[in-house]
Each structure stands twice: as C-alpha cells, then as structure tokens.
C-alpha cells in the first residue's frame, strides 16, 4: 500500500521556537519522490520541496530543514526559529514511481505560531 | 514568475447544473492535474492528462468528470451533474515533467447547494 501518514494533527508553538513536523510515507517502490507543501490560509498550495528516494542527504533551505531518512521511512520537517507568517497547514505528499502523475498526501499538520 | 492560474476563484452553483472549471498551466508544462480538498481534508487525486489523453484517474473521477484542453493554453474540468458532495476546493496542477515538482493554482472552490 502507498500510504503518508502525518501523524501531528496540529502544531501550536510560540513564535522563534523551533517545530518540527513529522512525515511517515509507506511504499514497495525502492524509487519514488517526497514532497512537501504549505497551504497558508489563504488556501493555495505551495511547493516547499522534492526529494528522490537515492539522496538521503538533508537540506537546509534558511530557516527550514528536512530530515530524510529511508530506514524508518520518515521525511521530517523542521522550522527553526519560526514566525507568526510560517502559520499554515503543511502537508507531505508521494508520488510513487509506478504512476508518474499521482501526488498521495498525508492529512496535513496545522501549524499554529503566536506571537 | 510563471504561475498557474484559475477560474473562477468561488463558484456557487444548484446541484444537478453543470460546472466548468478552468485552468491556464505554466506555458512550457506538458503534465497536467485536477486535485480536489474537501474542506478541512486531506487533498486527493483525480486526474493526470498529458499528450491530450488521460493518463491517469482516480475513483473520484466518475463518468460525471471529464477534462478537455480545448486550445493550447487552457486545461478544463467539467463536472456534468453536480452534487453536494462535490462541492470542495478544486486545485489545478502541472509539472513540465513527470516527476517534478507540480506547481498549483490558486484553486477554485466550489459550493454546490
């Protein structure tokens, strides 16, 4: 089965904490791709990141990181030092490599930053 | 910056009507996609469309959906016989190639009563 699990249904931090925002993914695929997206309240959805199956090695984009790692199946996401504009919901996604098209997505992780 | 666009951005209409929700993709995309998010729900796949055929569709994606590109820019999904259920956010999508990133639309969401 192909299957995102996001386990945290919703985040509430106190803005300049670090977050993090766990993503568990199931697949007999031994290729296929990660993602993850944010959807600000004003609904759109916005590309965060793609990673591949072949690189485990993490990526720190300023104040966001990602923790890829293919033996327990988990594509974390971190923000470090958050702010109020990082309030979003935050979903990880699939795509398997036995369909080029389809995205499956975890149910999202509602991350809440007060000031 | 090139971007997906979508129209309308809310549409209300009486169930039983028929909807078109249309899309304009990132010129040089060749891979195209209709996702839907009920409110407060996960987003979930209905379509792929490349070379002017389905490539892919999901469950949801009854014989009351279909999907045209009827020119060379716009990419439209058609819902034939609403019902309440359908009503949800529609996000359009397209990827120059298969695997990478889907660039998303603002997202038309439809209300159907």
């Known amino acids: 089965a192909q299957k995102v699990t996001q386990a945290q249904t919703e985040i509430s931090v106190v803005e300049k904490e670090d977050v993090t925002l766990d993503c568990v993914y199931e697949?007999?695929?031994?290729?296929?791709?990660l993602f993850w997206y944010k959807q600000p309240p004003s609904g759109e959805l916005v590309f965060l990141i793609r990673?591949?199956?072949?690189d485990e090695q993490n990526e720190i984009s300023g104040r966001y990181s990602w923790n890829f790692q293919k033996s327990t199946s988990s594509f974390n996401f971190t923000i470090t030092a958050s702010q109020v504009v990082d309030s979003a919901v935050y979903f990880c996604a699939l795509r398997p490599v036995d369909s080029n098209y389809q995205l499956i997505w975890g149910a999202g992780t509602k991350l809440i930053i007060k000031p | 910056e090139p971007e997906v666009t979508q129209t309308p951005s809310h549409q209300v209409t009486q169930m039983g009507q028929e909807v078109i929700l249309r899309c304009v993709p990132i010129s040089n995309h060749l891979y195209f996609y209709w996702y839907r998010q009920i409110l407060g729900q996960k987003v979930e796949f209905l379509v792929s469309f490349y070379n002017n055929e389905i490539s892919e569709k999901s469950e949801i994606f009854d014989d009351q959906f279909s999907v045209e590109r009827p020119d060379g820019s716009n990419f439209t999904l058609k819902i034939r016989s609403t019902k309440l259920e359908d009503s949800a956010m529609y996000f359009c999508?397209?990827?120059?190639?298969?695997?990478?990133?889907?660039?998303f639309g603002q997202g038309t969401r439809l209300t159907v009563v």
């Open positions: 999508a397209s990827t120059r190639k298969p695997n990478t990133e889907a660039f």
């Open positions: 990673r591949n199956s072949f």
């Open positions: 697949t007999r695929d031994t290729t296929y791709y």
